[in-house]
Nanobody, 122 residues
Framework: QVQLVESGGGLVQAGGSLRLSCAAS??????YAWFRQAPGKEREFVAN????????LYASVVKGRFTISRDIAKNTTYLQMNSLKPEDTAVYYC?????????????????WGQGTQVTVSS
């Protein structure tokens, strides 16, 4: 059974850092991504990557502050979030899929984690 399990969320002050983890069990996928959903808003793309390497994309609002990475041996992806702002407050979801490209749309991913809350206080 395929599972994506996120961890690492929490409460942090503005300017602080958090690292989210997404452990995949059951199989390895071609593409991984992070999305987030703030209260009353649509789920939005944050970052994605090809598991084989060679492709990483960030949303403009997080570029330069967030870093997506992977640990092949642990079958885990990470989202390092630095210089956090109150507007980064959201539930963060990891996603995985096997399209031939790492898309930025929710429909590009077939598997989703349960989400982890990130709250940034001002």
């Amino acid at each position: 059974q395929v599972q994506l399990v996120e961890s690492g969320g929490g409460l942090v002050q503005a300017g602080g850092s958090l690292r989210l983890s997404c452990a995949a069990s059951g199989r390895t996928f071609s593409n991984y991504a992070w999305f987030r959903q703030a209260p009353g808003k649509e789920r939005e793309f944050v970052a994605n990557m090809r598991w084989s390497g060679g492709w990483i994309l960030y949303a403009s609002v997080v570029k330069g502050r967030f870093t997506i990475s992977r640990d092949i041996a642990k079958n885990t992806t990470y989202l390092q979030m630095n210089s956090l702002k109150p507007e980064d407050t959201a539930v963060y979801y990891c996603a995985a899929g096997n399209n031939g490209y790492a898309g930025a749309g929710r429909d590009d991913y077939s598997y989703w984690g349960q989400g982890t809350q990130v709250t940034v206080s001002s």
